[in-house]
């Protein structure tokens, strides 16, 4: 039973379930992230639960139904306030109406799940929920809330059992030293594969982001990891810069322990890293796959283009991360040239985003930080010159809703620098997502046309 405690205070108005698994925390993470494991285990088994809106992201909203024996359909939603990816989640829990407006008829409780690493591969999940008044406990607990949580949390030793899905394989994690770091990657192995591991990279993402996307390449070893600095891959300085270079020296660790060359998909910052791995050591990747590194230093308007990127880090500087954050998303999804008007303009209000306006006075985050992905991925330059050498196949990918951002438009100016063109994926830069980080891409689509380029390439 993965239920260790129920333990109510009547006195503090809370009542917190604690559960324990065999499993990393970045994998318990997933039955939060992915909405169609969490629909695998949120309602108890006479009442199963159909996620309809999934957004993880602060200022999100999940929304969902459960159907009865009877078809009887009570309805919820989540209001997302906090999301700390494998870490922690922090949601205004409501009941619904039928047109998915809140039902005044029952109180609204706070939750907090807290994801805590246990060591030997376990992972301990509490889940707390902060009621408004006493009788608001009593009403809700009268509903049965506290077996039919018991019973809902019950269900997920099954879905770990299989970890995410029929035919995938069960994930092991396991870390590297590295000069400077220590670094955090899962292994789901797949023996009978004679194929070449296929890691999957981001940065500033880990692993978490990969969940989806690595349930559909079961049919061979699959590793993704957490960059040094991000999540559960730690840095003795906080503070250190982490470039391109950085990153590609401590990929080539990782290769060399899993074994290589391996087959890479990268995205986002880690096609930066990839590129800067596969200049240095092309023995290590068979396939490259680049999936929109935004490198601002190599776009026609790069003058323009890098003074955006500065501006978004002296927000971040200046007013902490919710302002920086949204700064970021408005220079990230701009479309076309920049000019010195669009360079210029000051961030928007983190509220349109659902970012917190507060400061917490942190300065160390690995995108916006000083020497992180936006300062020093954005302004490398790529040594074409070794990378047209290279004996690795290098395929650059754009999305195709992404058309005209500034990533999209680096893995066009890569492709054009080596002579070639860029294959299109399905949907945008998170593509592949199927949740994970509150964002909902087209993650089948995407993996059946990364296995189509895989094939083609290997």
């Known amino acids: 039973m993965t239920v260790t405690a129920v333990r109510k205070d009547p006195q503090g108005l809370t009542m917190t379930i604690d559960a324990e698994f065999d499993a990393p925390p970045a994998r318990v993470w997933q039955l939060w992230a992915d909405p169609r494991q969490l629909e695998?285990?949120?309602?108890?088994?006479t009442y199963p639960a159909t996620v309809t809106s999934h957004d993880l992201a602060p200022g999100g909203r999940v929304e969902y139904h459960m159907t009865g024996p009877e078809g009887d359909q009570p309805r919820g939603y989540w209001d997302i306030v906090e999301a700390d990816p494998p870490r922690s989640l922090l949601f205004r829990d409501g009941f619904a109406n039928d047109d998915g407006s809140p039902n005044t008829g029952f109180p609204l409780a706070t939750a907090r799940v807290t994801i805590e690493e246990l060591g030997g591969?376990?992972?301990?999940?509490s889940i707390q929920h902060q009621f408004p008044s006493t009788e608001a406990m009593e009403q809700v607990l009268a509903l049965g809330m506290e077996e039919g949580l018991k019973q809902a949390v019950g269900q997920i030793d099954a879905i770990l059992a299989s970890d995410g899905g029929p035919g995938t394989a069960q994930?092991?994690?396991?870390?590297?030293?590295?000069?400077?770091?220590?670094?955090?990657?899962?292994?789901?192995?797949?023996?009978?594969?004679?194929?070449?591991?296929?890691?999957?990279?981001?940065?500033?993402?880990?692993?978490?982001?990969?969940?989806?996307?690595?349930?559909?390449?079961?049919?061979?070893t699959v590793v993704t990891y957490d960059p040094r600095g991000v999540e559960r891959s730690t840095k003795t300085d906080p503070a250190s810069p982490v470039p391109p270079d950085l990153h590609a020296d401590d990929l080539h660790r990782l290769v060399q322990a899993?074994?290589?060359?391996?087959?890479?998909?990268?995205?986002?910052?880690?096609?930066?890293?990839?590129?800067?791995?596969?200049?240095?050591?092309?023995?290590?990747?068979?396939?490259?796959?680049?999936h929109e590194?935004?490198?601002?230093?190599?776009?026609?308007?790069?003058?323009?283009?890098?003074?955006?990127?500065?501006?978004?880090?002296?927000?971040?500087?200046?007013?902490?991360?919710?302002a920086g954050m949204a700064h970021f998303i408005a220079v990230v999804s701009h479309r076309g040239p920049f000019t010195a008007e669009v360079a210029g303009r000051p961030g928007p209000d983190p509220a349109m985003f659902g970012m917190p306006a507060t400061d917490d006075g942190s300065r160390t985050d690995p995108m916006l930080g000083q020497g992180q992905t936006m300062m020093t991925g954005t302004r490398y330059e790529p040594d074409f010159d070794a990378l047209a050498s290279a004996p690795t196949q290098i395929i650059l990918a754009a999305g195709e809703e992404s058309e005209g951002e500034m990533a999209n438009r680096g893995a066009y100016a890569v492709a054009e620098r080596l002579g070639t063109k860029p294959v299109v994926f399905p949907s945008n830069h998170a593509g592949f997502l199927g949740g994970e980080y509150g964002q909902t891409g087209q993650p089948d689509a995407f993996a059946a046309k990364l296995r189509e380029v895989l094939d083609t390439s290997g």
């Open 40 to 45: 695998r285990w949120w309602g108890p088994p």
């Open 121 to 125: 591969g376990r992972t301990r999940m």
């Open 171 to 220: 994930m092991t994690t396991h870390t590297l030293d590295v000069p400077g770091a220590t670094l955090t990657y899962d292994v789901r192995a797949n023996d009978a594969s004679t194929e070449p591991v296929l890691l999957l990279i981001g940065s500033p993402m880990g692993a978490a982001g990969f969940g989806s996307l690595s349930r559909h390449f079961s049919d061979r």
């Open 258 to 290: 899993i074994g290589g060359p391996v087959d890479l998909f990268a995205t986002s910052g880690g096609a930066i890293n990839a590129l800067a791995l596969v200049s240095r050591h092309p023995e290590d990747v068979r396939t490259l796959v680049a």
């Open 293 to 322: 590194p935004p490198l601002a230093s190599i776009l026609p308007d790069r003058e323009h283009a890098l003074a955006a990127t500065v501006a978004v880090h002296e927000t971040y500087q200046r007013s902490g991360w919710g």
